[in-house]
């Protein structure tokens, strides 16, 4: 049960606080270093549209939220929008830098050191997208990255432009008004599902409710990544290598599909692959508490005993240090 035990420590759902700061309001000015070396002031936009996000390394909904962000970025960079992300100075910058790569990001990404734009922004959710007009007001905020996020910062982009009217922004803006695929719905509802009851000990239940949801949509890593821990549960070795193999082509970034992928390996007796694919993910993961195990094990049952210990220490320190944050499985 450690592995489900284990996997359940890094769930958790989005919460549904709003951005602190009011629509309105007179957005925060800032100089702030890049990743790149360079020097970014929002002051320097004036008179410009400027998207923000606010992301973080270690989260799938983030790495959507940059990607839709580049997206907006390339298409509206001449009619004078500038998108601009922040992260906090908590992160290791060596994974920001290769997610950045990764994604092909090329929009400015600011490193927010002492966390003062987080609190000048009010930051409660991550990603938090907060989109200033030519003002320099926050003219509307978008915490998290809903199914409709593109649409929405689209919406409001288009309508800060003058090129839609507010009722046609409204038809883009509101889920209701929006034709959402009912099959996406019902993946998600049946994964949320398939989470609880892994909480409550129903593997098999849950399996079949993870299986259906990937039935709906087979394009959401997550609903592959928690059928692939199920089915380490049950020692399904080739069923759980299948399934992380899926969400690593779905999200090559993903560090609990490569973490899972190890365990896999290990259950089917190949240590020295699950100590490749776990060593690369250990060094692209900020939080590698998983991971750190995973490998610890793998060198256990190589008979390395030194090398397993310095790996389950280095998750004991981890946890110790209180560096467990939510996984990208449910961010």
């Known amino acids: 049960m450690i592995l489900i035990i284990l996997l359940l420590l890094f769930v958790s759902f989005a919460p549904a606080h709003a951005i602190g700061i009011k629509e309105g309001a007179t957005a925060p ?13 929002l002051s320097e936009y004036q008179d410009w549209v400027v998207v923000l996000i606010y992301w973080r390394a270690n989260q799938d909904r983030s790495h959507l939220a940059l990607k839709d962000g580049q997206d907006i970025y390339l298409r509206y960079k001449d009619k004078d929008v ?42 409660r959710v991550y990603p938090s997208t907060i989109i200033i007009n030519r003002s320099g ?25 003058g090129e839609i009217n507010e009722k046609e922004m409204q038809e883009m803006i509101y889920p209701h008004k929006l034709h959402v695929d009912k099959t996406v719905l019902k993946a998600h509802r049946r994964y949320n599902l398939a989470l609880r009851l ?6 098999d239940q849950a399996i079949g409710a993870v299986e259906e949801s990937i039935e709906a949509e087979r394009n959401i890593a997550k609903s592959h990544i ?12 080739d069923k759980a290598i299948e399934a992380f193999n899926e969400a690593i082509k779905l999200d090559p970034l993903s560090h609990d599909a ?14 020295d692959g699950a100590i490749e ?7 692209s993961n900020p939080y590698p508490v998983m991971t750190y195990y995973e490998l610890g094990r793998a060198y256990e049952l190589k008979s390395e005993k030194n090398k397993a210990l310095e790996m389950y220490k280095k998750a004991l320190e981890k946890i110790v240090h209180k560096a467990i944050l939510p996984s990208s499985i449910s961010k």
């Open 29 to 41: 000015d800032f100089s702030l270093d890049s990743v790149d070396g360079k020097v970014v002031s």
């Open 82 to 123: 500038q998108v601009l992300g922040l992260t906090a100075g908590t992160e290791n910058f060596e994974v920001v830098n290769q997610i950045l790569r990764e994604l092909s990001i090329n929009f400015p990404v600011l490193k927010d050191l002492n966390r003062q734009m987080y609190g000048a922004y009010g930051i």
């Open 137 to 161: 007001k926050v003219a509307y905020t978008l915490p998290g990255h809903a199914l409709t996020y593109k649409n929405a910062l689209e919406g409001h982009l288009q309508y800060i432009l």
């Open 198 to 203: 892994t909480e409550e000990g129903f593997i």
């Open 226 to 237: 928690l059928v692939g821990f199920l089915y380490l549960e049950k020692k399904e070795a």
């Open 258 to 271: 490569k973490t899972g992928l190890g365990g896999a390996l290990i259950l089917k007796g190949d240590f």
């Open 277 to 283: 694919i776990l060593t690369v993910a250990v060094k």
